[in-house]
């Protein structure tokens, strides 16, 4: 996982970057915002990507 920072009028945007799953639980959403809270960002971007399995359900 990769978090690349951007800035938009004074608003620090962390854009999470991964060739994989990272929130498969709440728990993990909620981890993933306390940490770029912790880290002085406002906002995060996600790129969602289905998974070929997921599409099937």
């Known amino acids: 996982m990769e ?3 951007h800035e938009v009028n004074s608003i620090k945007i962390a854009e999470i970057v991964s060739g994989e799953i990272i929130i498969k639980s709440a728990q993990d959403g909620l981890d993933l915002m306390g940490n770029v ?4 960002f406002d906002k995060v971007i ?4 289905i998974s070929p399995l997921n599409s099937l359900i």
């Open 37 to 40: 809270y912790y880290q002085g």
């Open 3 to 5: 978090i690349k920072s």
């Open 46 to 49: 996600l790129h969602e990507k």
